[in-house]
């Protein structure tokens, strides 16, 4: 399970130190993929693949799903942390989460994101008010 926030820092060659305490997790590989927010998202490979054959299986007539499974696919990194325990990010996905040198890792329970520091600052402040108030029909069974 992943839970908790982590400020690694990116490095100049792109690479991002995981939470040590994430990496025995991740160590039968991962994948790093465009998420929603401008975050990116970094799955164990093994819950990734149940995601993207869930996606697949959408009707490929259906626009919007075969609109989802092409960025899903086409935004989406395997890869295996390195000795020291990090990861390198495409230049791609730098920019889609607008990364700079100060980032952060976020646990989601079944995956990891990466925000650019001042874009999870933004989030929190957006956001925070909407976590302690939380009702609505999506959340309906868990609160």
Same mark, same amino acid.
């Given at each position: 399970?992943?839970?908790?926030?982590?400020?690694?820092?990116?490095?100049?060659?792109?690479?991002?130190?995981?939470?040590?305490?994430?990496?025995?997790?991740?160590?039968?590989?991962?994948? &790093? +993929?465009? /998420?929603? %927010? *401008?975050?990116?998202?970094?799955?164990?490979?093994? #819950?990734? @693949?149940k995601l993207?054959?869930?996606?697949?299986?959408?009707?490929?007539?259906?626009?919007?799903?075969?609109?989802?499974?092409?960025?899903?696919?086409?935004?989406?990194?395997?890869?295996?942390?390195?000795?020291?325990?990090? &990861? +390198?990010? /495409?230049? %791609? *996905?730098?920019r889609y989460?607008?990364?700079?040198? #100060?980032? @952060?890792v976020t646990?989601?329970?079944?995956?990891?994101?990466?925000?650019?520091?001042?874009?999870?600052?933004?989030?929190?402040?957006?956001?925070?008010?909407?976590?302690?108030?939380?009702?609505?029909?999506?959340?309906?069974? &868990?609160?």
């Amino acid at each position: 399970m992943f839970l908790g926030t982590f400020t690694p820092k990116l490095d100049d060659k792109g690479r991002l130190t995981l939470p040590a305490k994430f990496r025995d997790e991740l160590a039968g590989g991962l994948m &790093i +993929t465009k /998420s929603q %927010d *401008h975050s990116l998202a970094i799955y164990p490979r093994d #819950e990734f @693949v149940k995601l993207a054959r869930k996606a697949a299986a959408a009707p490929r007539n259906d626009p919007a799903a075969r609109a989802y499974v092409r960025a899903l696919a086409a935004g989406t990194d395997e890869q295996h942390a390195d000795a020291q325990g990090r &990861i +390198t990010l /495409s230049a %791609d *996905h730098r920019r889609y989460a607008n990364l700079s040198k #100060e980032c @952060v890792v976020t646990g989601s329970v079944d995956y990891l994101e990466i925000w650019d520091l001042a874009a999870w600052e933004r989030y929190l402040g957006d956001n925070e008010e909407d976590y302690s108030q939380a009702t609505g029909e999506s959340l309906s069974e &868990i609160v």
